[in-house]
C-alpha cells in the first residue's frame, strides 16, 4: 500500500469510529448541559421560596406557618397576607412554566415533584384557596388548571 493508500483508509476509519463518537461526545456533553441549566433553575427557583419563608418569617403575627387561619386579622394584617398569597402564587406559577412539562424526564420530574409538594402544602390552608380565585386570573392556563386540581383535592381531603 502505498502512503495515499494508507491515507485514504486512515480517512475511512476516522469517518466510521471518529464521526460517531464526536456524535455520540457532543449529544452527551448537550445532555449534562440541559442537567445543569434544570438544576440551576430549580436552585434559583428554591432560593426565592426560602426568601419568601424568609418573609412569613417576618410577618409572624399573620401566622402563616400554623396548617390553619388563627384568629381574626386586621385590615392590614389581611392586606399583607394577601400580598403574601399573591408573591407565592407567582412563585408557583414560575416554578409551573421553568419546570413543569407534560412529557417530563426522570430528573425533571423529581424537580417538579417538590414544587407540587409545596402547592399542596399552601392548598390544605382553607384561607389560602379562598384567596386564589382572583390570584389567578391572568395566570397561564395550565398553571391555573394544576393548582386548581390541586386546590380541590386538598379541600375535599379535609
Same mark, same amino acid.
Given at each position: 500500500?502505498?502512503?495515499?493508500?494508507?491515507?485514504?483508509?486512515?480517512?475511512? +476509519?476516522?469517518?466510521i469510529v471518529?464521526?460517531?463518537?464526536a456524535i455520540? /461526545? &457532543?449529544?452527551? %456533553?448537550?445532555? #449534562?448541559? @440541559? =442537567?445543569?441549566?434544570?438544576?440551576?433553575?430549580?436552585?434559583?427557583?428554591?432560593?426565592?421560596?426560602a426568601d419568601?419563608?424568609?418573609?412569613?418569617?417576618?410577618?409572624?403575627?399573620?401566622?402563616?406557618?400554623?396548617?390553619?387561619?388563627?384568629?381574626?386579622?386586621?385590615?392590614?394584617?389581611?392586606?399583607?397576607?394577601?400580598?403574601?398569597?399573591? +408573591?407565592?402564587?407567582?412563585?408557583?406559577?414560575?416554578?409551573?412554566?421553568? /419546570? &413543569?412539562?407534560? %412529557?417530563?424526564? #426522570?430528573? @425533571? =420530574?423529581?424537580?417538579?415533584?417538590?414544587?407540587?409538594?409545596?402547592?399542596?402544602?399552601?392548598?390544605?390552608?382553607?384561607?389560602?384557596?379562598?384567596?386564589?380565585?382572583?390570584?389567578?386570573?391572568?395566570?397561564?392556563?395550565?398553571?391555573?388548571?394544576?393548582?386548581?386540581?390541586?386546590?380541590?383535592?386538598?379541600?375535599?381531603?379535609?
Amino acid at each position: 500500500m502505498s502512503g495515499l493508500e494508507w491515507l485514504e483508509a486512515a480517512s475511512y +476509519i476516522v469517518t466510521i469510529v471518529g464521526l460517531p463518537l464526536a456524535i455520540g /461526545v &457532543y449529544v452527551h %456533553d448537550r445532555r #449534562r448541559e @440541559q =442537567q445543569t441549566d434544570e438544576e440551576e433553575i430549580f436552585l434559583r427557583l428554591s432560593d426565592e421560596y426560602a426568601d419568601f419563608m424568609r418573609l412569613v418569617i417576618a410577618n409572624a403575627d399573620l401566622h402563616l406557618l400554623s396548617p390553619a387561619a388563627k384568629g381574626e386579622l386586621g385590615e392590614d394584617q389581611l392586606e399583607r397576607k394577601l400580598a403574601l398569597f399573591a +408573591i407565592l402564587v407567582s412563585l408557583f406559577e414560575r416554578a409551573y412554566v421553568l /419546570v &413543569y412539562e407534560d %412529557d417530563m424526564s #426522570r430528573q @425533571q =420530574q423529581r424537580l417538579w415533584q417538590s414544587w407540587a409538594d409545596y402547592m399542596h402544602e399552601w392548598c390544605q390552608r382553607e384561607d389560602f384557596r379562598a384567596a386564589l380565585p382572583p390570584l389567578l386570573q391572568g395566570e397561564d392556563p395550565g398553571f391555573v388548571s394544576t393548582i386548581r386540581r390541586i386546590a380541590e383535592a386538598a379541600g375535599t381531603a379535609q
